[in-house]
């Protein structure tokens, strides 16, 4: 397994404001993922981010809304771009190990956005 | 495209077996997976089984699959408080990169 932490855990957002969302694990990895998990609703993933190259990311999900980086094995970021109330969710990184690893998941950064 | 349903509730007695229920609809999936969310917190990975056994046994928990039916559920013996949790299935997606694709997961109340 891994130990995965995400910074901040939670935070509370203006309108149109940026937030970008860290996550550490604490050996390298061979994927790492970003899932939402809006009110009272399952996952749904965002994107893979890809280790020097672009992150790959799924139906509904754009680059401009949310930029992903991934700078080495064992980090990635996601921001939340001019964020709106809908944005209001729970974000989750996860990893995979190995190529056929199970996944992991951090515990998640609550964001609120007013 | 792939989904993946769960019933939304179950309430059960403290000291009862629980069972929860999956289907999903990707017959090419290699490995399902049920993970559990304590209020508050991120997911926990519960246990998995790969998709050529029929039964998977650890500790409190069992996996039964029914690949035929595309069924599979999480048995919890002796259920406690502490299990009270939201409990997600999900399914590896088989056109690549460990996607997982999720159910919309079943809250399991234990009372007394």
């Known amino acids: 397994s891994a130990v995965i932490s995400q910074k901040p855990s939670r935070d509370i957002c203006q309108r149109g404001t940026s937030l970008t969302i860290q996550c550490q694990v604490d050996?390298?990895?061979?994927?790492m993922f970003w899932y939402r998990q809006q009110p009272g609703q399952s996952l749904t993933l965002i994107a893979t981010?890809?280790?020097?190259?672009?992150?790959?990311?799924e139906s509904g999900f754009v680059i401009d809304k949310f930029p992903i980086s991934r700078p080495n094995l064992t980090f990635s970021t996601l921001t939340v771009s001019n964020m709106s109330p809908e944005d209001s969710s729970i974000y989750l990184c996860?990893?995979?190990?190995?190529?056929?690893?199970?996944?992991?998941f951090g515990p998640g950064t609550r964001l609120t956005v007013l | 495209g792939e989904d993946v349903e769960q019933s939304l509730f179950l309430s059960v007695r403290e000291g009862d077996s629980s069972v929860i229920n999956c289907t999903y609809t990707?017959?090419?999936?290699?490995?399902l997976y049920w993970y559990k969310q304590e209020p508050g917190a991120g997911l926990q990975l519960l246990t998995y089984?790969?998709?050529?056994?029929d039964m998977k046994q650890d500790q409190r928990l069992t996996v039964l699959l029914n690949k035929k039916d595309k069924h599979l559920s999480l048995r919890i013996a002796d259920t406690q408080t502490g299990d009270s949790a939201i409990y997600f299935c999900?399914?590896?997606?088989?056109?690549?990169?460990?996607?997982?694709?999720f159910g919309a997961g079943t809250r399991l109340a234990v009372h007394p």
């Open positions: 996860s990893v995979t190990p190995g190529v056929t690893d199970t996944q992991y």
């Open positions: 999900a399914e590896r997606d088989s056109g690549g990169y460990n996607k997982l694709i």
């Open positions: 990707d017959s090419s999936s290699t490995y």
């Open positions: 981010a890809n280790q020097g190259s672009e992150a790959t990311y």
């Open positions: 050996s390298q990895v061979t994927m």
């Open positions: 089984i790969f998709s050529n056994m």
